[in-house]
């Protein structure tokens, strides 16, 4: 079982950029695919962005690719999502996932584990 713990959330001006942080309790962190989702008021949950266990492999929702980097450093126990130029429309509660045994599209993994979220408001 792995607990999850985001970080970095606020408030920030069109354009500008926020980092993203979530560490991940427990001594396989490495084991595990980590997903980052977010769910934007009186939407549904959507994918963001999720990279493999080595950090070999990410995949990005079309809306976010270009912008935001996803990334790991499993010595640290922590996943981290790096949203550039960000616009209103990336307002959302930003949660960390972590699936222990998907080996198909890392957008499609059943997570198993998820954080309690941090606010992203992006402001035009």
């Known amino acids: 079982q792995v607990q999850l713990v985001e970080s970095g959330g606020g408030l920030v001006q069109a354009g500008g950029s926020l980092r993203l942080s979530c560490a991940a309790s427990?001594?396989?962190?490495?084991?595990?695919?980590m997903g980052w989702f977010r769910q934007a008021p009186g939407k549904e949950r959507t994918f963001v962005a999720a990279?493999?266990?080595?950090?070999?492999?990410?995949d990005y929702a079309d809306s976010v690719k270009g912008r935001f980097t996803v990334s790991r450093d499993n010595a640290k126990n922590t996943v981290y999502l790096q949203m550039n130029s960000l616009k209103p429309e990336d307002t959302a509660i930003y949660y960390c996932?972590?699936?222990?045994?998907?080996?198909?599209?890392?957008?499609?993994?059943?997570?198993?584990?998820w954080g309690q979220g941090t606010q992203v408001t992006v402001s035009s």
């Open positions: 990279i493999s266990r080595s950090g070999g492999s990410t």
């Open positions: 996932a972590a699936d222990w045994d998907c080996v198909g599209s890392l957008r499609l993994c059943g997570y198993d584990y």
């Open positions: 427990g001594r396989t962190f490495s084991s595990y695919n």
